[in-house]
């Protein structure tokens, strides 16, 4: 495949309704699009990062001067710019794995257009469609919370995650429970807690939680390991696990029994495929996580999410969950699941008007 040139695109997406985490608020979500072109194609990746470095250490401004000064002008320079040559030629970049992954997802959209194989095809999906859960943000009151639930159960979400952090845990998973009974639920901490909580999480337990994501911070997997041995709620890793390697460590480790798969925090989709098969080969479960993407992220998400060891639901909630008008048709949700796109690449395209409405700046990196 030749490359014409690079677009670093950003945009200004304001959410239905601002998402709590143990580590901040977002409001109007700060993306940036890679659009890569190719003489008959292009290719498009929706780089995962905030405005601000809260969740991990990238951030939408760092991403697009990574990119502009280090990883186009590399995967450009390259005489086939193939998804999996990027991988070879970026790895003397230490990190910034949100900003390849934009790049590498671009190319292999480009790529796959071309070639007329959906994303779903080329990863090796299984599913036509996948079940969608909803992660629930951290509310000013319990009742506030329970509307909110009930509000997504309504809509069919087949299982329902809390955030969580001290102070907003016990008690509200305890409301949820009692109120509606037999859902999936389970909760993320975003590393909101130390292995000093243990016997604070323990109380979880009772709950029957599906798993407890992230409790700690994202450098201790031996912390918890220790802390699998002292929950029953079965330990869910998120941000530790930012590669194939890291999520083996992890597994022998014993500091997680379940795996969170985004292919922005991972560096994209070939290494989240190394993930899906690492977990696979020891019987360890993955889901599909979110980053509030457009549907232009979405759509590769829920490829993924179609390959066999996708065995839990995921954060694939529909488009209307995060915003009131998408870049792209939305995703809808029919009997709690999304369908797996099946056109070639992602399968899917901005709407040009949409796309203009909230721009707020453009470059474009010649080859
Ligand atoms: O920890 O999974 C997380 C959103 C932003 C940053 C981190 C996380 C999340 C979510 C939302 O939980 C998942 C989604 O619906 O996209
Ligand atoms: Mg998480």
Redesign the pocket.
């Known amino acids: 495949m030749k490359i014409v040139g690079v677009e670093l695109r950003r945009i200004a997406m304001p959410l239905v309704s601002p998402?709590r985490?143990s580590f901040g608020v977002?409001e109007i979500r700060d993306v940036l699009l890679v659009r890569v072109e190719s003489p008959d194609h292009e290719g498009w990746g929706e780089c995962v990062a905030?405005a601000e470095p809260l969740?991990s250490a990238e951030y939408t401004d760092g991403c697009a001067d990574v990119l502009r000064r280090f990883l186009v002008p590399a995967v450009t320079a390259l005489p086939n710019p193939e998804a999996t040559a990027i991988g070879p030629a970026l790895a003397g970049f230490k990190g910034h794995r949100m900003a390849t992954a934009a790049l590498e997802t671009a190319v292999l959209d480009a790529q796959l257009r071309g070639l007329g194989i959906s994303f779903a095809g080329f990863l090796g999906a299984v599913r036509h469609r996948v079940p969608s859960g909803?992660?629930v943000g951290i509310m000013d009151s319990i009742p506030q919370l329970l509307d909110a639930v009930a509000g997504y159960l309504d809509q069919g979400y087949l299982r329902i995650?809390l955030?969580i952090e001290p102070g907003w845990d016990i008690a509200p998973v305890r409301a949820v429970r009692e109120r509606f009974g037999d859902i999936t639920l389970q909760v993320?901490a975003?590393a909101a807690y130390t292995r000093r909580d243990a016997r604070h999480l323990a109380q979880l337990d009772e709950f029957d939680l599906l798993l407890i994501?992230?409790p700690l911070d994202e450098e201790d997997l031996p912390g918890h390991a220790l802390l699998a041995a002292q929950v029953t709620t079965p330990i869910c890793l998120?941000?530790s696990i930012t590669s194939a390697r890291a999520a083996a460590d992890a597994i022998e480790l014993g500091a997680c029994s379940i795996v969170?798969i985004?292919p922005g925090r991972v560096g994209g989709y070939l290494e989240a495929r190394r993930i899906h098969d690492v977990c696979a080969a020891h019987g360890v479960p993955v889901w599909c996580?979110?980053?509030?993407?457009t549907g232009l992220g979405r759509a590769p998400n829920v490829a993924l999410a179609a390959l066999p060891n996708f065995t839990l639901p995921g954060?694939?909630?529909a488009s209307s969950?995060?915003y009131r008008t998408d870049i792209t048709a939305p995703f809808e949700l029919v009997d709690g699941h999304l369908a797996v796109p099946d056109r070639p690449g992602i399968g899917i395209d901005p709407d040009p008007a949409a796309l203009d409405e909230v721009t707020v700046s453009s470059e474009w990196i010649r080859r």
């Not at 996580?289 to 993407?293: A, F, I, N, P």
């Open positions: 998402f985490t977002e905030s969740y909803v992660s995650k955030k993320d975003n994501e992230q998120d941000e969170n985004k996580g979110g980053m509030l993407e954060d694939t909630s969950r995060y």
